[in-house]
């Protein structure tokens, strides 16, 4: 097999697997939701982005102790001000920008 | 609402993502170039694929040979978490005639949440759900045209985005509250349990391999929870 159509076959593989794995869901529940999943999953996406908050801060325990306080403080930030003033974009650029002059002070 | 106003209210719901995703799209070139790799790779990896972290992990993959079974199996463990997406859509997108396959394809972390939170919205209900697939697609142009620009012109972004990625974490952080503040106790009770578990397996399985666990356990005690409510 050429380099080539190696890298060709490598992307198409995963881009089959991610498909698939996005499908799934999909697939097996062709003809509608049994009323208990239904129920369950609306309760789905608060559960789920919570796992993806703590998906994002997952290298805080193993990382230093400076920038894990930077990025909690971020977080800290984010929320009060999303609380606050309630305007999506205008906390995460704040909280973005508070970051990355956070990382360059400290 | 017509054609217009859906394009405009998508366009609106996809700012939050547009800058994380030049930004990490860019990053991404970047990497794939200094692997030796041309734009033609990035611009096929961001359509094909489209999944931010997978795409980072094939490079290496790749540049050592990897098997193709082993691609196969690292991209299932790495994307598992696509998995549990679908279910909050299942209704929504099955409305959607033909665009229905590209937007199962197209829920990614990102687009998966700001659905989640464009749901929320008052005249969401009563809307044309093409804004979804205007939302979806604009998100991948940002991540693909961010990849292509990034191995084109890596060394000419001169100045330094290191910590441009919060953003991401911001956004989740953003829909994250205002879920909990439209959901009221149900939400709240949700995330929570949802992040004890997630804290749980980060700290017994490690920042690798908690991720699959997590969302397993947390649809298993939800369920549990609402049977224990329902039958009592």
Redesign the interface.
């Known amino acids: 097999m050429s380099s080539n159509t190696?890298?060709?076959?490598?992307?198409?593989?995963?881009?089959?697997?991610?498909?698939l794995?996005?499908?799934?869901?999909?697939a097996l529940?062709r003809r509608?939701?049994p009323p208990?999943?239904r129920?369950?999953?609306a309760?789905?996406?608060?559960?789920?982005?919570?796992?993806?908050?703590?998906?994002?801060?997952?290298?805080l325990?193993?990382g230093s102790f400076s920038s894990g306080l930077i990025?909690l403080v971020?977080?800290a930030f984010?929320?009060l001000l999303?609380?606050w003033r309630k305007n999506?974009?205008l906390?995460?650029?704040m909280?973005?920008a508070l970051?990355?002059l956070l990382?360059r002070l400290i | 609402m017509g054609k217009k106003q859906l394009f405009l209210y998508a366009f609106r719901k996809s700012i939050p993502v547009m800058l994380g995703f030049l930004f990490l799209g860019a990053a991404y070139g970047i990497v794939l170039q200094a692997g030796g790799l041309t734009w033609i790779w990035a611009l096929y990896t961001s359509l094909a694929i489209y999944a931010g972290s997978m795409q980072f992990a094939l490079l290496p993959l790749m540049a050592s040979g990897a098997s193709l079974p082993t691609i196969a199996l690292m991209t299932l463990m790495v994307n598992s978490r696509h998995l549990f997406y679908g279910l909050s859509f299942l209704d929504v997108f099955r409305g959607m005639g033909a665009r229905y396959p590209y937007m199962i394809f197209s829920l990614t972390d990102e687009t998966y949440s700001v659905l989640c939170s464009c749901r929320q919205d008052p005249e969401f209900s009563a809307m044309d759900h093409r804004a979804c697939w205007y939302l979806a697609l604009l998100h991948q142009l940002y991540w693909v045209t961010g990849s292509v620009v990034g191995a084109l012109a890596g060394e000419l972004l001169a100045f330094d985005t290191t910590g441009i990625d919060f953003s991401m974490t911001a956004l989740f952080v953003v829909i994250l509250v205002d879920q909990l503040k439209a959901g009221g106790r149900d939400a709240l009770s949700s995330a929570g349990i949802a992040m004890a578990l997630a804290l749980t397996f980060l700290f017994l399985l490690g920042a690798e391999r908690f991720l699959l666990p997590t969302l397993a356990a947390t649809v298993l005690v939800l369920g549990i929870l609402q049977t224990i409510r329902k039958g009592g």
């Open positions: 190696y890298q060709l076959l490598a992307v198409a593989v995963c881009a089959l697997c991610t498909f794995l996005r499908l799934a869901p999909f529940f509608g939701m208990f999943l129920d369950l999953a309760k789905l996406p608060a559960a789920i982005i919570a796992v993806l908050v703590v998906y994002c801060l997952k290298g325990p193993a990025t971020s977080v984010v929320v999303h609380l999506t974009l906390s995460i650029a909280g973005t970051y990355m990382l």
